[in-house]
T-cell receptor
């Protein structure tokens, strides 16, 4: 199957860390991605991780990948109001038109 | 600026009308995609074109047709619009695997 699952909402206080979780089902995924969508805009690539990696850090963003459990997470350190957006995880499966399969998105709300 | 350009940004159609959504990319990407985004349902693939000269159905192709006019352009046509096609439509293209998709800014379509 190609279902990618995410929780729908997350609320955090400014300055705290946010952790957004994603579960994917296809063990043959090569790359996994996190996208950010601000209101009224398209999706913007935040970061990606190759399937043979466990962790990737990029400034305030940390991606953790647990291949055994097919679990992907995005941690945002020192969350700011500008981080309020919808976050999508996506997986890339070899073959079949080079497609990505997206999760339903997690709405992150950052409160003062 | 390099990227994916979609036109129009907004459109209101009456039931039964037809229209074509335009998409062009200037990154020399081989693969292009059309998605629709509906609340709580994430992004669903309508059609894709793995390379110039080929098109394939995605998850929700009914009521749509596509044309890969050349390497740059990939259009989506609604022959007889229905209220169920009210949605936000995104075009995307893909080059190197690790960079995932580059998205356009979307077309907000309302069918009344």
């Amino acid at each position: 199957g190609e279902d990618v699952e995410q929780s729908l909402f997350l609320s955090v206080r400014e300055g705290d860390s946010s952790v957004i979780n994603c579960t994917y089902t296809d063990s043959s995924s090569t790359y996994l991605y996190w996208y950010k969508q601000e209101p009224g805009a398209g999706l913007q690539l935040l970061t990606y991780i190759f399937s043979n990696m466990d962790m990737k850090q990029d400034q305030r963003l940390t991606v953790l990948l647990n291949k055994k459990d097919k679990h992907l997470s995005l941690r945002i350190a020192d969350t700011q109001t500008g981080d309020s957006a919808i976050y999508f995880c996506a997986e890339s499966i070899p073959g079949g038109g080079n497609k990505l399969t997206f999760g339903t998105g997690t709405q992150l709300k950052v409160e003062l | 600026n390099a990227g994916v350009t979609q036109t129009p940004k907004f459109q209101v159609l009456k039931t039964g009308q037809s229209m074509t959504l335009q998409c062009a990319q200037d990154m020399n990407h081989n693969s292009m995609y059309w998605y629709r985004q509906d609340p709580g349902m994430g992004l669903r693939l309508i059609y894709y074109s793995a390379s110039e000269g080929t098109t394939d159905k995605g998850e929700v192709p009914n009521g749509y047709n596509v044309s890969r006019l050349n390497k740059r352009e990939f259009s989506l046509r609604l022959e007889s619009a229905a209220p169920s096609q009210t949605s936000v439509y995104f075009c995307a293209s893909r080059g190197r695997q690790e960079y995932g998709y580059t998205f356009g800014s979307g077309t907000r379509l309302t069918v009344v």
